[in-house]
Nanobody, 121 residues
Framework: QVRLVESGGGLVQAGGSLRLSCAAS????????MGWYRQAPGKQRELVAT???????NYADSVEGRFTISRDNAKNTVYLQMNSLQPEDTAVYYC???????????????WGQGTQVTVSS
């Protein structure tokens, strides 16, 4: 089993910054993609950013230039540095991992429990 534990969420004023962390633990063979999704009240869950094992990144247009995703492969951890936060960024942020627990099994998607980010005006 792979467990994903997010941390770093909280309440911040508009223009402020937060850094989210997500640590993967358990049986891990590879973590091909790590990233973050978010879901605001009344909205669909949406992609925020992803980073592949080789370091390539992908960002939603709404966050590009403000958010930076990174990963520490030695620690099986992905980070999301969020700057210039706006009220529209308020959501539950979910860690996402695409990987496998063994070379003998298929690649699966894994999700964290979510961490709340609230941005006040």
């Amino acid at each position: 089993q792979v467990r994903l534990v997010e941390s770093g969420g909280g309440l911040v004023q508009a223009g402020g910054s937060l850094r989210l962390s997500c640590a993967a633990s358990g049986s891990i063979f590879s973590l091909n993609v790590m990233g973050w999704y978010r879901q605001a009240p009344g909205k669909q869950r949406e992609l925020v950013a992803t980073i592949a094992s080789g370091g390539s990144t992908n960002y939603a247009d709404s966050v590009e230039g403000r958010f930076t995703i990174s990963r520490d492969n030695a620690k099986n951890t992905v980070y999301l540095q969020m700057n210039s936060l706006q009220p529209e960024d308020t959501a539950v942020y979910y860690c996402y991992v695409r990987g496998r627990t063994s070379p003998l099994v298929a690649i699966y998607d894994y999700w964290g429990q979510g961490t709340q980010v609230t941005v006040s005006s």
